[in-house]
């Protein structure tokens, strides 16, 4: 029979120890042993391994193309949030959502809840107002769109907690919803959302067999634990074993699930980095806590790329999707003054308009300081010493701050151009064109160089109503357009 014990592993050289210890003896290495769980077989003659049948574990590729899941993926109900997963959930998709605290992770994935219960809901109305009304239905009435249920792990939240947010969601939806007049009652579709408070994942396991969920959300993954480890919720070995368990469960099943994950000081994701290997998507919702912007980006994703991004602003119940993110990010531009310029750059799929501002004062101090929100300081001090030696702009002893309008951070070569027209513009305290777009990236000897994707930008100005396009096609060196704009 089976018996689960566990050993200390160290991370630098894998070698194991029946009890923990501050320093490996094998490597040397400091506080590098994790528990973990082992499993080993046991018969009346001794220790050996039963292996399974080969039909158990060996499928053919002929197989493989008849029970392919990722063709059918499923819609979140949140377009922006499928753009960055690739299309949408696929079943068995296993997603890792990462962000610091308060920034709205399980606010976003509530209102996935949300919206597939809606989903539901109005499937239900849709057929008793058809059989309401005796149209030309024949048959039984069409079912809801799945009778599967959907599971909430409640580890940091109790379940009434959830259901305010809930509450003031499907309020919202159903403003003018017809369901007073087909006389359905919420209530019952709202039996499919299951709560567990149990943060075993051996229980959680054990609910997912049972009910097999059409979605699962883990919030969160530092709040499970395992009985096989003695560690506490949160150690390395708790979060990869528990991790481990919930994907096998959701691999067997076809079931999509949702972790939400804790970060670290320093803003990376808390846990060992198997944690994001195990996982098939990394979703990181960055911002500004202070600010209404939520930015949605995928650091690994198998089902899809990683270069999309999804964009949320802060509403009164929770995060409305910016299907427009070009004219939220120009909305409170301020182009009618010196040091602010427009700039076009992609993400992913998606062309955005963002403004960038230059503030450049004389400086007291020895070094002039560079200072970027958003954007790269290796960036700025290169476009300095390139505005100082080509363009002869006195840059030397004064102080450049740089920004990102909006709390976007830019790290793509095309905003160069922009950038250096900026800091010219607040140097020289000249207005810039409200109707100018600067698309270029600026080489170290003053060219500017041409960037991938340059019609599309230009056909996103030109639908915001930019009619001056400066890039390669119109200039040649950054000297050219700083004189046409009489910044020299």
Request: aromatic residues 6%; neutral net charge; hydrophobic residues 40%.
């Amino acid at each position: 029979m089976p018996k689960k014990h566990s050993q200390f592993v160290c991370q630098q050289c894998e070698a194991a120890f029946p009890k923990w210890q501050g320093q490996c003896s094998a490597c040397g290495a400091w506080n590098t042993l994790v528990e973990e769980a082992i499993e080993v077989t046991v018969n009346a003659k001794g220790k050996t391994t039963t292996l399974r049948n080969e039909t158990d574990f060996l499928i053919s590729y002929p197989e493989v193309e008849l029970s392919e899941t990722a063709k059918n993926r499923f819609s979140t109900t949140l377009s922006e949030l499928d753009r960055v997963l690739g299309g949408g959930l696929v079943p068995g998709m296993v997603s890792l959502v990462g962000g610091e605290p308060g920034i709205g992770k399980s606010t976003l994935l509530t209102q996935v809840v949300v919206g597939l219960l809606n989903k539901d809901i109005a499937f239900a109305e849709q057929n008793l107002t058809q059989k309401s009304t005796k149209s030309s239905m024949t048959g039984k009435p069409k079912t809801w769109l799945s009778e599967a249920p959907i599971v909430y792990v409640a580890g940091e939240e109790s379940p009434s907690q959830i259901s305010l947010r809930i509450n003031r969601y499907l309020q919202k939806e159903h403003k003018n919803s017809s369901i007073d007049k087909v006389k359905i009652d919420p209530k019952n579709i709202l039996n499919k959302l299951l709560f567990v408070t149990s943060t075993q994942v051996e229980e959680i396991v054990q609910v997912m067999a049972k009910h097999k969920p059409r979605l699962v959300i883990i919030d969160s993954i530092q709040t499970i634990t395992t009985n096989e480890l003695t560690g506490a919720s949160g150690s390395v070995g708790q979060i990869r074993e528990s991790a481990e368990k919930i994907t096998q469960m959701a691999k067997a099943f076809h079931i999509p699930v949702f972790f939400i994950g804790h970060v670290t000081k320093d803003g990376i994701i808390a846990g060992p980095k198997v944690l994001e290997h195990i996982v098939d998507a990394v979703v990181e919702i960055s911002g500004e806590r202070s600010g209404q912007l939520r930015l949605v980006r995928a650091l690994k994703n198998r089902f899809g790329a990683t270069d999309e991004v999804g964009v949320f602003q802060h509403d009164d119940y929770g995060l409305a999707e910016v299907t427009n993110p070009s004219e939220l990010f120009l909305e409170q531009t301020e182009l009618g003054v010196p040091g602010s310029a427009t700039v076009g750059v992609m993400e992913g799929t998606r062309p955005l308009l963002v403004e960038v501002q230059a503030l450049v004062t004389y400086s007291q101090l020895a070094m002039p300081r560079r200072v970027g929100r958003g954007i790269e300081l290796s960036r700025i001090q290169i476009l300095a010493a390139i505005l100082q030696k080509h363009a002869r702009l006195p840059l030397e002893s004064n102080d450049v701050f740089l920004n990102a309008a909006g709390g976007f951070t830019i790290k793509e070569p095309a905003v160069d151009l922009g950038l250096a027209v900026a800091i010219a513009s607040s140097l020289k305290n000249k207005k810039i064109s409200q109707k100018a777009i600067f698309i270029g990236e600026v080489g170290l000897l003053g060219e500017i160089r041409k960037v991938s994707f340059l019609e599309k930008r230009i056909k996103e100005a030109k639908r915001l109503g930019f009619t001056e396009i400066y890039s390669r096609e119109t200039h040649k060196t950054v000297r050219e357009v700083l004189k046409d704009l009489d910044l020299l």
